[in-house]
């Protein structure tokens, strides 16, 4: 059951922003009012306090020099001026005072008080003094302040009364003016409710906070649109790209069905297996994407640049004898903040795409760089042409198709898990001209024991390049172990750019990946 303070939060949390606005407001202003008004009977309950004082005390001393100058008691008595000793007893032969023995000592103190009934309330006052018999007198003066006090009264009911009033004033101007001030955010509402896509809300003149909302959201509608294009784009790119290998598939399977000649069968087999094993790459590579973009990633661990980047090379290595030399330069140690799988998918993808378009060399570099470390993948191919340096990491993007290639998603791909963690990648040229992609990790502080993350043998099967004689026919990255049949001058009679290097992924079946 819940407690009488959550049902208030509640039924305040389902309240308008008007009404609650308004409330706190109100409640606000009649707070000050009342204390306001509180504040000023203070003041002339204290004021009239102090006048009558200030009259009483004038008439008790001249009363104290009259029996300092040895006046009997009686001769000064009057109705309001008494004469007692300092126990409080009467020495001018008058009856008792009608005050209590703690009173008296008030006023033997010096302090004047305010004693009897609302409507008959006196203040008094007492002045000591010497007789010349050398006997101490108490001169006591009293006055009747009913009247100030009832004027007070109704001082006060007016304060009240007009602090209500105005109480009343200010919930109905916070009314209206929050009316007045929510009225252009419900025009935005219904405006955003009814606008059309690619449209945009029209921005306030005024330089106010509405503008500010205005074009935040104009900015969140362009995110949305982008986002949806670029989510229709990715799906009509994947529709299509997986509908070749299907329908390679399917003639080839009915082609044997038609034709049951064993070498033909064989061939066919052949060929099917070979697109299935396209299929299932372009499919891990678009899992992988997806899941890189939904951040469903392993937490980063201390990953050793070095080792992983010669774990790659291994992998890549291929025994032709036109095959790219790698090379690896690494003059320091670096660890990377990322997991071992994400930094074997990159250095695989990054490797594969410089073998397919290098003449002669592959050079790998990692470098330290305070915060961060650098990966950096140099060829000395035909490079990558300036106006292109940013879009080869879209995906689905093949410059030249007719080059050969995967389903451009290598790139992409490396692009997704770096930048997930925090990194940066860049294309750029080398001196000679051919490419250079550089990615930036965050760096990782060094394992005090143990093997390095990343450093221990792939799995089986983790980079397609590391099973010879085994990769697609669709140009994607080349076999460790088969001639490197994308030289930069095939299928390029133009002698420009790479048209695929954007399309190489070495994605495995069942290999490195996000997890």
Known sequence: MSSPTQRLRR????????LRITLVVGVVALAALLALSRLGVGLLYGTMLGAADAELRGEAQGVAAQLAAGTPPADVRQPEIRIVDSAGDPVDGGPDLPLRPKQVRELAAGDALTAGRLTELRRWLAVSTVTPDGSTRLVVVTADIVGGTMLLAHAAVGFVVGALVVGAVVVLAAWVATRAALRPVDRMRTAAAALPPGQRLPVPVPRDELRALAEEINLLLARRDEAVAR????????????RSPVAAIRAQ??????HPDPELAQ???RSVAEEAARLSTLLSDLLALARADAGQRPPAQ?????????????????????EPVLQLVAPAPAHAGASPSEVALVLDNLIANARRYARSLVRIGVLPARRSVRLVVEDDGPGIPEADRQRIFDRFLRLSPEAG????????????????RGGSVTAGATPSGGARIEVRWPAAAVPESGPAPGTGPPPAGSARSARPGAGPPDGRSPPAGSARSARPTAGL???????ARSAGSTTPEAGPGPE
């Open 405 to 420: 290639g995967g389903a451009g998603l290598g790139l992409a791909l490396v692009a997704a898990l770096v930048r997930g």
């Open 302 to 322: 201390s990953v050793d640049l070095v080792a992983a980047a010669r774990a790659a090379m291994g992998r890549a290595a291929g025994a032709e004898a036109d």
């Open 253 to 258: 399977a009915e082609v044997a069905v038609a």
């Open 493 to 499: 009679p133009d002698g420009g750019s790479p048209s």
């Open 231 to 242: 989510l229709e784009r990715f799906t009509g790119d994947a529709a299509h790209e997986l």
């Open 11 to 18: 039924w305040w949390a389902s309240r308008t922003l008007r």
């Open 267 to 269: 061939e066919s087999l």
